[in-house]
T-cell receptor, first 112, second 114 residues
Framework: TQLLEQSPQFLSIQEGENLTVYCNSSSVFSSLQWYRQEPGEGPVLLVTVVTGGEVKKLKRLTFQFGDARKDSSLHITAAQPGDTGLYLC????????????FGDGTTLTVKP | DTGVSQNPRHKITKRGQNVTFRCDPISEHNRLYWYRQTLGQGPEFLTY????????KSRLLSDRFSAERPKGSFSTLEIQRTEQGDSAMYLCASSLAGAMREQYFGPGTRLTVT
């Protein structure tokens, strides 16, 4: 079973600070997705990374896929209170046509 | 298209009752997924459909759970004889078939079993 471990589990920072959260596995993933989830709502897809070493930017968010496609990171520059939420990474389960595995997420709180 | 919709958004039921949830996927998506999420955890896979065919069901899913997608469009998830441990957020997602598997989620149905 492919597992995704996310760290840290919780992160609380002040507005304007930078942060990085991590998604790690011992298995290779063909792609990884990052989602953000607000309380009481479903996850919202942010980005998909596919190629080892790939870097994608979405405004103040920078996503990187590890060279070996076993890990990924999300860096937020100058965090804002609107960035508060649960950040989840997910990837296709090994050898399965449809199932995806999710990490347990990083809960980010950005204080004004 | 307004995205994936789920109904109801909230359901409170007494232990032992049956409940049914509905999911309407993005219209051009042929895959539909059901997940369960409890506090502090990521979504946990329950089952998925490609068109009307149910292709996989989690071993964690007891016989009290059943899902259908009769015409390859909307889907229903039924839980029979609910237990307090069934209390969770039930999420539906849809996607196109393909390796990247970008799933688009609905807002979820919050089930509380008393």
């Amino acid at each position: 079973t492919q597992l995704l471990e996310q760290s840290p589990q919780f992160l609380s920072i002040q507005e304007g600070e930078n942060l990085t959260v991590y998604c790690n596995s011992s298995s290779v993933f063909s792609s990884l997705q990052w989602y953000r989830q607000e309380p009481g709502e479903g996850p919202v897809l942010l980005v998909t990374v596919v190629t080892g070493g790939e870097v994608k930017k979405l405004k103040r968010l920078t996503f990187q896929f590890g060279d070996a496609r076993k890990d990924s990171s999300l860096h937020i520059t100058a965090a804002q209170p609107g960035d508060t939420g649960l950040y989840l990474c997910a990837g296709p389960s090994n050898g399965n046509a449809g199932k995806s595995t999710f990490g347990d997420g990083t809960t980010l709180t950005v204080k004004p | 298209d307004t995205g994936v919709s789920q109904n109801p958004r909230h359901k409170i039921t007494k232990r032992g009752q049956n409940v049914t949830f509905r999911c309407d996927p993005i219209s051009e998506h042929n895959r539909l997924y059901w997940y369960r999420q409890t506090l502090g955890q990521g979504p946990e896979f329950l089952t998925y459909f490609q068109n009307e065919a149910q292709l996989e069901k989690s071993r964690l899913l007891s016989d009290r759970f059943s899902a259908e997608r009769p015409k390859g469009s909307f889907s229903t998830l039924e839980i029979q004889r609910t237990e307090q441990g069934d209390s969770a957020m039930y999420l539906c997602a849809s996607s196109l078939a393909g390796a990247m598997r970008e799933q688009y989620f609905g807002p979820g149905t919050r089930l509380t079993v008393t």
